[in-house]
């Protein structure tokens, strides 16, 4: 650091590194006795500070990391073999289903980068993962969603029951969707645990390239069903905006 | 049958990644807007490199160096979006160069890194990116591209020149 007051161009570098607390004590002393005696730089320190701040309370840490995986004891998936059985699982749901729903076709993908599915693994209530071939499951249980895109993407995942009633699992309910990471199966961030509605519900997952709003895709889905007027009939169409991934389930009552 | 936890590489310790992105998330930021010109496509940006900082983080021998990475890896991974996106192309534009001594400071962001793109020499560009985008003296700028105070000011002459050229085949 140029401990010339008069004569020194602010050294951006410096002051960087002591926001970010990257720098050796005696460098700070340095750096603080400087900052006391020049406004030039003490300005530009302020202003760092400030980026910092601002940063932090647009974008904090929580919904940078709604978009990437990471180290949980709550996130689970089935072991390598058991992927290629929950996978088959999982596309035997989407396209044997008896809700009208548009499966991913590989040949047909548009307002997407590459490919994008979601699929789910699922945790009974003994806390074992199990391989579930029906759709059914169980009030307490926890599902898992996995994602694959093989390209940056972006998500959002919602549900709906019955009753028209949508609860938004991704990311939250008025942000907009968020950028996904590449790669095959990685778990969202959260695991979803099964309310106490016994009924029929459909997952439905959202991909595009482009930035999709939470409340514009919830209401489309609010349309459809409105239109529909029951899940079976419930058409949820990809068009240029975005590919759709959905799952159907059935909850029943715990097994006695 | 058990479950497994995730065990892949590109797997985040939260509390690490959180540590990690409330001292640096805001300098990447501010360097892909710099670039970008757009809040939504500088915080995908920034996503992209704080993720090759996470994966790279033990590869640091001190703290020291993070930062002048950053510049350097920020500025190369912004400019590879825009060659891409072919968002930007050389464009000519008189006004903004008449008057060279008014360079730094009559010009915007994107005008001059629209001008940077029509300089192939990786050099020349990035001593006119970190002077004039970034705003770096020569010492800051010798830390993070190891070009010399000497051969900065060459290739920042450079560009001068290579703009003078232009001006001169329009006529203007």
């Known amino acids: 650091m140029n401990t010339d007051t008069k004569n020194h161009s602010v050294d951006k570098l410096a002051i960087a590194a002591y926001i970010c607390g990257d720098i050796a004590e005696d460098e700070k002393y340095r750096l603080e006795q400087h900052l006391h005696g020049c406004s030039e730089c003490k300005a530009y320190c302020e202003q760092v500070r400030a980026e910092k701040a601002t940063f932090l309370a647009r974008y904090p840490f929580e919904s940078f990391q709604a978009c990437v995986p990471q180290n949980s004891k709550n996130i689970i998936v089935f072991p390598i073999m058991y992927r290629f059985l929950a996978l088959a699982a999982t596309l035997v749901l989407v396209v044997g289903g008896p809700l009208l729903y548009t499966a991913l076709k590989q040949e047909s993908y548009h307002g997407i980068k590459g490919g994008a599915g979601i699929k789910i693994a699922v945790q009974n209530l003994a806390g074992d993962i199990e391989k579930r071939i029906d759709n059914t499951y169980y009030p307490g249980e926890s599902i898992q969603f996995l994602y694959s895109c093989s390209d940056k993407n972006y998500l959002i995942l919602l549900g709906i029951d019955e009753n028209g009633k949508v609860s938004i699992y991704f990311p939250d309910a008025h942000d907009s969707s968020i950028a996904l990471q590449k790669g095959a199966d990685i778990p969202l961030p959260q695991s979803i645990r099964l309310d106490e509605y016994i009924g029929k519900e459909l997952f439905i997952a959202f991909f595009s390239d482009k930035r999709l709003h939470v409340p514009d895709i919830r209401d489309q889905v609010l349309t459809a069903f409105n239109d529909a007027r029951s899940l079976e009939k419930l058409s949820v169409k990809k068009n240029d905006a975005f590919e759709v991934s959905a799952i159907p389930i059935i909850k029943i009552k715990p097994r006695q | ?172």
Request: charged share 30%; proline share 3%.
């Open chain 2, 1 to 172: 049958m058990p479950g497994v936890f995730i065990n892949r590489e590109a797997s985040m310790d939260p509390l690490k990644a959180k540590s990690l992105y409330e001292k640096y998330g805001f300098l990447i930021y501010g360097r892909c807007l710099r670039i970008l010109c757009s809040e939504e496509d500088a915080k995908d940006a920034m996503q992209d490199i704080f993720l090759k900082l996470y994966n790279n983080r033990e590869k640091f021998r001190n703290n020291e160096h993070i930062i002048p990475w950053i510049y350097k890896v920020s500025k190369n991974h912004c400019f590879n979006i825009i060659r891409q996106r072919r968002k930007f192309v050389l464009a000519i534009e008189p006004d903004t160069i008449a008057d060279e001594h008014a360079l730094e400071h009559s010009i915007s962001n994107r005008n001059l890194i629209r001008k940077i793109f029509g300089v192939h020499n990786k050099k020349i560009q990035d001593a006119v990116y970190y002077t004039y985008v970034e705003e770096l003296n020569q010492n800051e700028i010798q830390r993070i591209t190891a070009q010399s105070p000497a051969t900065i000011r060459r290739n920042l002459n450079r560009f001068k020149n290579s703009m003078k050229n232009i001006k001169k085949r329009l006529g203007i």
